[in-house]
């Protein structure tokens, strides 16, 4: 099906169905530089997935303001940097789900995207439990104080995927060195919350910038078959 561009509470947002009676919702914060790629990211999810959903993606302009937790120097010297995640988790639950449950019937939604996206989707299911699933693609989880956050909050949500390149953790940058880590930590901490059977950690050749959107719609397509069967 096609995808409309609508303006919904002054962000711009791209609807998608595969299906008129799709299975899922997957929800995803979206640069301006991945517009591009949308129509790739669709095209492989449904190769992978093999099964009807709905994606709903919004921009997002100011990066790690509107999607870092908290605000982190290493990441972003910028003092706004990390203080608008609240708003944007605001958008989402409050003006983007509503919308589109008018759309379509209610569905599981499975949050998700790459490296700070993917974090801020992890973030965000400490907050509510309306998201079914997480596709967490290279989540940056390095950041300043997530090991301490992640062992002391639940993730309220049934499925979570975990992706990491197998070279991200080399370089020079002592911080995101430890992304490896963190990520092992957090998949360990996440098996023992909601169960072995309800983590997925995947491990892909390269580097950060290698394959994204091939990464990012695996990440969507295995959450997407850890889905309840919808019957109508």
Known sequence: MKTVTI???HRQCLIYR???QPEALLIQPVHVKELPRFNTLIDLIAADGNRP????AFTVDEWTRQLMPWHDPDVDRDPDSGTQAHDTLHFITQFLLPYCRQLMEPLPVIIGGYSLAALFALWATTLTDVFHA???ASPSVWIRGWNDFASTHSFNTQYVYLSLG???HITKNQAIARVADNLRALH????????????????NNGGHFTDETARTARAFATSLLHCPPIRF
Do not use: K, M, P, Q
């Open 134 to 136: 997480v596709a967490a």
């Open 53 to 56: 959903f709905a994606l709903a």
């Open 7 to 9: 303006n919904i509470n």
């Open 18 to 20: 595969s299906h008129a």
């Open 188 to 203: 360990r901490h996440l098996a023992l919350s909601i169960g072995t059977n309800h983590v997925t950690l995947e491990w």
């Open 166 to 168: 197998d070279r991200e």
